[in-house]
Structure formats: C-alpha cells, structure tokens
C-alpha cells in the first residue's frame, strides 16, 4: 500500500489560508485517486476534495467550492489542498486518502485503502 504524510495544518483567523501537503511513499501516488476528508469529534469523516489519478478531475463539497483548491504533482508524488478564505467551520483533522484509480471521485471513506494521520486545522473568528 502506499504511505501518506500530511502536513501544513495549524492555526489561522477567518479569511486566511493554508495549504496542505501530503506526501506519498512506497508507492507511486499516481496509481491512486487521492481525497482529501476532514473529521470533527463525533462526527463521520467527509470528503473535502477529491483528484482522480490523472488530475482530469475534481470534485469539491458545496461549502469549500470556490475557496480550496486540490492539485497533484505526480512527478513529486505529492498532493495538495489549497485553502483560502477560512471560516470557524473548516477546523477539523484534515485526512489525505488514497483509493483505486478511476475516472471518477468516490465520496465515501470506506472506498479509499490507505490513509495519512491527518493535520489538526484550525480557525479562529
């Protein structure tokens, strides 16, 4: 399975931005749809953004479109979020997720095989 490392999380006021890494190794991340969740103490892990294993396409939940932005360097094996305008809502433990290539993004945690340790997020109003 391949190996996942985020970083980039920490502690910003509302309208700021952060940019999350993460870092693939074992294998070759381009093999891989890639999503990145986010999690708040008792509730379900949900999917933030998602890349398919080419970068041809992405997928956003309504309340991030327009202000994070998912990318892929495969040379470097590395994906990323791009966060900008925060709000108090987007504090969670942010997750990068990595599940079977496809021409499509899966929602759903359970469809994705390895998983990083997630970053700690958080937004201050």
């Known amino acids: 399975q391949v190996q996942l490392v985020e970083s980039g999380g920490g502690s910003v006021q509302a309208g700021g931005s952060l940019r999350l890494s993460c870092a693939a190794s074992?294998?070759?991340?381009?093999?891989?749809?890639v999503g990145w969740f986010r999690q708040t103490p008792g509730k379900e892990r949900e999917l933030v953004a998602g890349?398919?294993?080419?970068?041809?396409?992405?997928d956003y939940r309504d309340s991030v479109k327009g202000r994070f932005i998912i990318s892929r360097d495969n040379a470097k094996n590395m994906v990323y979020l791009q966060m900008n305008t925060l709000k108090p809502e987007d504090t969670a433990v942010y997750f990068c997720?990595?599940?079977?290539?496809?021409?499509?993004?899966?929602?759903?945690?359970?469809?994705?095989?390895?998983w990083g340790q997630g970053t700690q997020v958080t937004v201050s109003s």
């Open positions: 997720a990595a599940g079977t290539k496809g021409i499509a993004v899966s929602p759903y945690a359970g469809q994705y095989e390895s």
């Open positions: 074992r294998r070759t991340v381009s093999n891989y749809n």
């Open positions: 890349i398919t294993w080419t970068g041809g396409r992405t």
